[in-house]
């Protein structure tokens, strides 16, 4: 089985401009999360998508926002990026129903600038 | 308090010594557990998951829970240069999502 795919892999951008990134679950997975990851506050829970309803949202302003299709794929946005977005953001995926494993794909690496 | 706790390290272990890494979590309703290691400039990457009250065997790897104590740790036997990374202890919580804490960093001297 194919794992989490996560396009672009790397991004730059400048303060003010918005991002989409892009994850497509495991298959048969229905449940796409995304995490941000820096070296001061570790992994932080952004929120969780299952059948197209996001399912639980983390601690993040509403410049970030998420949406899923009905492919289970998922892309999430952010809006006038700061410099503080800068981070490696990764998506994870799971059934959605029962065991709670997930897996995480490669990530996209964003730097702000 | 944080949600999960675990120490940053790092933790330096002899090859071939048994490694052992310790999570804390705060919410007593939490009911899945997990590890995850993940290396420098890599995505984190399942190892172990438990979901009962004792050990859990995979390999070189134990989980073991102990939900009174609120207390998870991983047993690394047989420790190799290869595990040196990161770890990551999380916790599926009562608010449906999983915690994650900020890793402790585990080295392997030869």
């Known amino acids: 089985k194919a794992g989490v795919t996560q396009t672009p892999r790397y991004l730059i951008k400048t303060r003010g401009q918005q991002v989409t990134l892009s994850c497509s679950p495991i298959?048969?997975?229905?449940?796409v999360s995304w995490y941000q990851q820096t070296p001061g506050q570790g992994l932080q829970f952004l929120f969780e998508?299952?059948?197209?309803?996001?399912?639980n949202k983390g601690n993040f302003p509403g410049r970030f926002s998420g949406r899923q299709f009905s492919n289970s794929r998922s892309e999430m946005n952010v809006s006038t990026l700061e410099l503080g977005d800068s981070a490696l953001y990764l998506c994870?995926?799971?059934?959605?129903?029962?065991?709670?494993?997930?897996?995480f794909g490669p990530g996209t690496r964003l730097t702000v600038t | 308090q944080k949600e999960v706790e675990q120490n940053s390290g790092p933790l330096s272990v002899p090859e071939g010594a048994i490694a052992s890494l310790n999570c804390t979590y705060s919410?007593?309703?939490?009911?899945?557990f997990f590890w995850y290691r993940q290396y420098s400039g890599k995505s984190p990457e399942l190892i172990m998951s438990?979901?009962?009250?004792g050990d859990k065997e995979d390999g070189r790897f134990t989980a073991q829970l102990n939900k009174a104590s609120q207390y998870v740790s991983l047993l690394i036997r047989d420790s190799q240069p290869s595990d040196s990374a990161t770890y990551l202890c999380?916790?599926?919580?009562?608010?449906?999502?999983?915690?994650f804490g900020s890793g402790t960093r585990l080295s392997i001297r030869p």
């Open positions: 994870a995926s799971r059934t959605g129903t029962g065991k709670y494993e997930q897996y």
């Open positions: 298959s048969g997975h229905r449940s």
């Open positions: 998508y299952f059948s197209e309803t996001q399912r």
């Open positions: 919410d007593r309703g939490s009911q899945s």
């Open positions: 438990i979901y009962s009250n």
């Open positions: 999380a916790v599926y919580s009562s608010a449906s999502k999983i915690i």
